[in-house]
């Protein structure tokens, strides 16, 4: 069976945020940012008139999942050690003896352990799966991955291969 394939990687689908990641041992970087860029890889059988997706629609909904990150301090909930208390106008953060708080307008927080690249990605990639799926926008995508890159030449990616996934099957 043919399976076509498309790329979209546009310098506008970028998010500048602050993080820091957590390593084993008890290590963790000092807060810092970075400008992420955005990539988008898909595969499925053509539909009607030659067309896997509609690009402008992919490009519209990755951008409205990447918008939520953009300027913002990106928090990990779920990684062990980590203590959030949310508050209405601030989020206190307090892990291995640094104490953070920001105003609560300008944070996200991110149900996942770390805020790694490679974290960042299947985060971004399973909130569009999602996205596609509500706005009938997968038609025959059968394979989608996300990269999210920190710096030009490293990154991480994440992929949803099972056609069920992707299309909510």
Do not use: C, W
């Not at 909904?61 to 601030?90: F, Y």
């Not at 790694?116 to 995508?141: D, F, S």
């Amino acid at each position: 069976m043919e399976r076509h394939r498309i790329r979209i990687a546009k310098q506008r689908l970028n998010f500048a945020a602050a993080h820091f990641t957590l390593f084993p041992g008890g290590r963790a970087e000092r807060l810092h940012g970075h400008n992420y860029q955005v990539e988008l890889r898909a595969a499925g059988l053509l539909g009607p008139l030659g067309i896997l997706v509609d690009f402008g629609a992919l490009k519209h909904a990755l951008a409205a999942v990447i918008r939520g990150l953009d300027e913002r301090t990106l928090i990990p909930l779920r990684a062990p050690g980590l203590q959030v208390r949310r508050r209405r106008s601030e989020v206190e953060v307090r892990m291995r003896g640094r104490r953070y708080v920001f105003p609560r307008a300008d944070v996200v927080l991110l149900p996942i352990e770390n805020t790694t690249a490679e974290l960042l990605a299947q985060y971004v990639g399973r909130r569009l799966i999602a996205l596609l799926k509500r706005r009938r926008l997968a038609g025959n995508l059968q394979a989608l991955e996300v990269f999210v890159s920190e710096s030009p030449g490293q990154g991480a990616g994440y992929g949803a291969l099972d056609s069920k996934e992707t299309r909510g099957g």
